[in-house]
């Protein structure tokens, strides 16, 4: 075990430098630019709220407020997925040996329920409204919300580029982009409510507005949350990484294979591999290369066994 000791050691630290070096490359630029993107989409942002929620409440209209309401939780999804992107970047100290990468998880998490709450209290308002529809100031309403629709898309647009690298900025990306179709729907109904007087348009809208944005947001949540509890990421083909492993020169078996969530854009992986022959770190440094090129596993810590019968407590598939 003293040999698996020195490899593991060796091995560590090379893996820890390929990885920031590679992760240099491949997303220095992404935080970056994405900060900026941040600052503007909650600048814009929180203009619209003040103005649909002033402009929503003068002009009686509950798919303006529900639009407001709706946009105030997307400022606060952009400044946890920001301060989350942010403190991502942090170097490892103290307890958390991994910095604070997995506060993208948590933003992930935690913009989904943001939207689940602003979604409810949305939908109980117009229902009480459907009760009992009043006046709605029509014009008023169509312009706010168009300013809604040109904010909301441009913002989404920001974000567009990092979605399918990130699901943190896949959350901001998918919060601009239901605001903007929400808005659209309320430039709809009240331009409808300017036209046939029907009043009942504006609450349905409210109610149509909480049914699209609760559609967007379960796979974002359903993501998060098995991000959240070291699911592998989606994507990982456990089978081909067994595979992979078990066809690297001088392995007899594997066994204690984990693959999980760093953040939600790294990769970690562990195995304890048997090799009755042993290892040198070049095996050790080559096996990483190859799991990170072929399934972008950054993060990788392999444990050498030389012995089959080395009584491993980890080696039943049923212990974790």
Known sequence: MGSHDHHGHHHHDHAGHSHDHDHGHAH??????????????????TALVVAEAVYGYIGNSTALLADAGHNLSDVLGLVVAWGASIAARRAPSGRFTYGLRAST????????????????????????????????????VMVVAGIGILVNGFTAMLFARGR?????????????AADAAVSLGVVISAALIIWTGWLWLDPVTSLVICVTILWS?????????????AAAPKGTDLAAIKTLLLARPGVSAI?????????TTETALTCHLVMPTGAGDAFLVETAQMLKSSHRIGHTTLQIETHPDNG?????????
């Open 28 to 45: 220095v630029h992404a935080p970056a630019s994405f900060g900026k993107a941040f600052a503007i989409g909650i600048s814009l942002n």
């Open 105 to 140: 998880i948590l933003a992930a998490l935690a913009n989904a329920v943001f939207l689940l709450v602003a979604t409810g209290a949305i939908g109980w308002e117009a229902v009480l409204r459907l009760r009992e529809p009043e006046p709605v100031a029509g014009i008023t």
């Open 164 to 176: 399918k690298d990130d699901i943190n900025i896949e959350g901001a990306y998918l919060h601009m």
């Open 217 to 229: 947001t379960t796979s974002l949540l359903r993501g998060s949350i098995d991000m959240s509890m």
């Open 255 to 263: 066994h204690d294979l984990h693959v999980w969530p760093i953040s």
């Open 312 to 320: 491993c407590a980890l080696a039943p598939d049923d212990v974790v």
